[in-house]
């Protein structure tokens, strides 16, 4: 499934360093950023980028020219979503700032929904 509008951006501090990870990787040409959801943390829910090749069921696009990859169930979680990366105290990595966010734990890899998101996603 390909998607025309971008519902996942990228920083420019991102999208270099997603280019610059992928062009270390033997099949990098061939993968994508997957951003994922996944249940658990301390608060419900938790962030998991990686790279990886498309599935025929993804909702795909291009920002920055970085080709990114999100499956159905996770897009209706990130959906407005930007990924950073951020270099600080804490370490260098990815972070998702999420405009569907309530709550977040103090270490920032984990989070809540708002009510009506997580509602629709158990409608699905």
Known sequence: MTDSAEPI?????AAAKVQELLAGQEDGDEQALRVAVRGGGCSGFQYALAFDKPREDDHRF?????SVIVDKTSMQF?????????????????????PNVEAAC????????KEETAEQAAAV
């Open 9 to 13: 951006k990228l920083t420019d501090k």
């Open 106 to 113: 103090g270490c920032g890899s984990s989070f809540q929904v």
């Open 78 to 98: 990130v959906l407005g979503s930007e990924v950073d990366w951020v270099d600080g105290l804490q370490g260098a990595g990815f972070a998702v700032n999420n």
């Open 62 to 66: 291009t920002n920055q020219g970085v």
